[in-house]
């Protein structure tokens, strides 16, 4: 058996239109981790959702995310943007260097509220193929001719460990409403 090395911007990709995927490892190298780098165009939201069993691991590379971990001291069904924990903790404006761990059981998302895209390096262990989750979410973008099936993703979602909270969006710019002063981290 070999280590694997990978070029920058190599591995297989996946490009769709709400995101562009490069797998770097996955279980089809042997790997226990899916590792992946991730471009996030803006106005994508991934929805807040909670694995079970995975715990996940995102670092920015380039552009701007808003990030969420934690439990909210409530919860809304339509979106996370303003989830505020028991503590106080509130969504975070992550820049290049920022990164988000997420243990098993622990709610979180990340958002494109910029008008430039973003660039993340994600890892999951216990690998749940997201190699396929992600064709499959590719699939669904199709079918519905540029707005999501929400049903298809939750249908989706629960056969790969994957509890949806608020609903994926994909919103490009000229559909963004401005960011209010807490979401632009003032």
Same mark, same amino acid.
């Given at each position: 058996?070999?280590?694997? $090395?990978?070029?920058?911007?190599?591995?297989?990709?996946?490009?769709t239109?709400?995101?562009?995927v490069?797998?770097?490892?996955?279980?089809?190298?042997?790997?226990?981790?899916?590792?992946?780098?991730?471009?996030?165009?803006?106005?994508? =939201?991934?929805?807040?959702?909670?694995?079970n069993?995975?715990?996940?691991?995102?670092?920015? *590379?380039e552009?701007? *995310? /808003?990030?969420?971990?934690? #439990?909210?001291?409530?919860?809304?069904?339509?979106?996370?943007?303003d989830? #505020?924990?028991? =503590?106080? =903790?509130?969504?975070?404006?992550?820049?290049?260097?920022?990164? &988000?761990?997420?243990?098993?059981?622990?709610?979180?998302?990340?958002?494109?509220?910029t008008?430039?895209?973003?660039? &993340?390096?994600? /890892?999951?262990?216990?690998?749940?193929?997201?190699?396929?989750?992600f064709?499959?979410?590719?699939? $669904?973008? !199709?079918?519905?001719?540029?707005?999501?099936?929400?049903?298809?993703?939750?249908? &989706?979602?629960?056969?790969?460990?994957?509890?949806? *909270?608020?609903? *994926?969006?994909?919103?490009?710019?000229?559909?963004?409403?401005?960011?209010? !002063?807490?979401e632009?981290?003032?």
């Open positions: 058996m070999t280590g694997l $090395i990978l070029p920058p911007g190599q591995g297989r990709k996946l490009i239109k709400a995101q562009e490069t797998f770097k490892a996955t279980k089809a190298q042997g790997s226990s981790v899916s590792i992946f780098e991730v471009v996030v165009p803006p106005g994508f =939201d991934v929805g807040a959702h909670v694995h069993d995975s715990q996940e691991f995102f670092y920015v *590379l552009g701007e *995310l /808003q990030l969420l971990a934690f #439990e909210p001291a409530k919860r809304t069904e339509e979106s996370w943007h989830w #505020e924990s028991p =503590d106080g =903790d509130r969504v975070v404006r992550a820049t290049e260097g920022a990164c &988000m761990f997420v243990p098993p059981g622990i709610p979180h998302a990340f958002r494109n509220a008008d430039k895209p973003a660039r &993340m390096l994600f /890892q999951s262990y216990p690998s749940p193929d997201h190699e396929r989750y064709e499959e979410i590719a699939e $669904i973008w !199709a079918a519905g001719g540029g707005s999501v099936d929400a049903d298809a993703v939750e249908r &989706m979602r629960q056969r790969y460990d994957v509890s949806q *909270l608020t609903p *994926l969006r994909y919103e490009p710019p000229t559909l963004l409403r401005p960011q209010s !002063a807490t632009r981290g003032a």
